[in-house]
């Protein structure tokens, strides 16, 4: 009996052991990976319905007459985490807005986190992207498409 709880405790100390060091390292690797964040561009940005309102169009108190807030016009990517065609176009707007970086400001906005700024907007397939030019109004398009489609897109109704 004394050698089965000598060896209870012995097993529960390997183990203990082992899970320390390896917090240590993943803290490590954390912080590493945070630091990197942070000294990253965000080239893509998260848009909240709040942000929406103040930043692309308050449709909430305007609902009969879009009027862009931007000082650029914008893409707004209209996705969801699980949908492969929105995981598809994600290192393609990424891209797209490093290449297009202080010409045009590019927004995501997830419709499962934002229910009513998708619903508003009639969204009904994923991935769908809003093309918000200075003046005038969105252009919509949905689906996954290469890179050179969609950047031509862009600069037929955002850069004429």
């Keep these: 009996m004394k050698k089965i709880l000598v060896f209870v405790l012995l097993f529960s100390g390997l183990l ?12 490590e690797v954390a912080q590493n990976s945070t630091e990197q964040a942070i000294n990253e561009k ?21 609902p009969d007459d879009w009027k ?14 699980w949908c492969g065609p929105c995981r ?3 290192p393609i707007i990424e891209e797209l807005a490093g290449e297009l970086e202080g010409k045009v ?6 419709v499962d986190q934002e229910p009513e700024l998708a619903g508003a907007f009639g969204i009904q397939s994923i991935p769908t992207f ?3 030019p200075m ?20 600069e037929k109704y955002l850069l004429k």
Excluded: R, W
């Excluded at 052991?17 to 390896?22: E, L, P, R, V």
């Excluded at 965000?42 to 305007?62: G, H, I, M, R």
């Excluded at 400001?105 to 997830?110: C, E, L, M």
């Design 16 to 27: 203990l052991a082992g899970s320390c060091s390896g917090t240590g390292k993943n803290k």
């Design 42 to 62: 965000v080239l893509v940005k998260p848009l909240s319905q709040t942000e929406f309102l103040q930043k692309v169009s308050d449709y909430a108190s305007n």
């Design 68 to 81: 862009y807030l931007g000082d650029k016009p914008c893409v707004i990517d209209f996705y969801a985490t």
């Design 88 to 90: 598809q176009m994600s």
């Design 105 to 110: 400001i590019f927004y995501k906005v997830d």
């Design 130 to 132: 809003a093309l918000c």
């Design 135 to 154: 003046e005038g109004e969105p252009h919509f398009m949905m689906g996954a498409m290469d890179k050179s489609a969609f950047k031509e897109a862009i």
